[in-house]
């Protein structure tokens, strides 16, 4: 009977151990559970909507990386001015949204190695003359993404920076008269509204500057961050990152 007894006993603390194990923050790594990652929604081609799906460059690489680690992808989108914090609240595991590795933002997430490095770009409207290097940028009307390594740069060479939730609406506004002057942005973000939206804006110049993007995790989440990186080397090594890139840029832009 005692025996009996002690059985059920230790039989029930195991069964409480594996319901606490299989509780706590969406942060955790599991390799049977969801992988949760996010970004604006507002950037393609990196990421956007299309037909009410969550689409583009960033989202199939985040797919990519979660089969890697036998995890479920769930892409989801938040406000990129307080993306940082949500992350930090648990909201999501991870961001995949094209985020500029800095020093500033090492101070509160943990980023993975670079898994793409592109160019910030002078845009303006097609056939306009007024603008061809940063000289000519002083006191004009510059459109950018708030909280974005751009609003920073473009600060740098006008008072009159105009902030916007959305690269795509920035660019469409330089065709406004009046509106805004020029506009800071990713070069493949431009190059790709010229291409597959024809829209009538043309690059300035060579990139003001290089940024290596990154995926952050919260600060301290060495188990979820060690996973991404291997998942991230192995697309690479395997093709299927080249794959995602060529779909999107007809180039591996990795490389």
């Known amino acids: 009977m005692v025996k009996a007894v002690r059985s059920f006993f230790w039989s029930g603390l195991l069964l409480v151990g594996l319901v606490v194990s299989g509780c706590g923050s969406t942060a955790s790594v599991d390799s049977q559970g969801d992988f949760t990652f996010a970004m604006s929604g507002l950037y393609p081609p990196f990421n956007y909507q299309e037909n009410g799906e969550l689409v583009g460059f960033d989202v199939e690489i985040g797919n990519a990386l979660a089969k890697k680690m036998g995890m479920n992808p769930k892409p989801v989108t938040n406000p990129w001015q307080t993306i940082l914090a949500a992350l930090n609240t648990d909201k999501f595991q991870a961001i995949i949204g094209s985020m500029a590795i800095t020093d500033e933002r090492k101070k ?53 920076v105009q902030t916007y939730d959305s690269d795509v609406t920035a660019l469409q506004d330089l065709l406004v008269p009046g509106r805004l002057d020029a506009v800071i942005t990713d070069e493949l973000v431009g190059k790709y509204a010229i291409t597959k939206n024809k829209l009538a804006i043309q690059p300035v110049g060579e990139p003001l500057y290089l940024d290596q993007m990154g995926i952050p995790v919260k600060k301290g989440n060495a188990a979820l961050l060690n996973k991404i990186n291997k998942a991230l080397q192995e697309i690479k090594e395997d093709g299927t990152y080249a794959e995602i890139s060529k779909k999107y840029f007809g180039e591996n832009i990795a490389e």
């Open 108 to 160: 509160e997430v943990d980023f993975s190695e670079p898994y793409y490095e592109s160019g910030a770009q002078i845009f303006v409207a097609k056939g306009q003359t007024a603008i061809s290097s940063t000289d000519d940028l002083q006191g004009k009307k510059i459109g950018v993404v708030v909280s974005s390594t751009f609003e920073a740069v473009a600060k740098k060479y006008s008072d009159q």
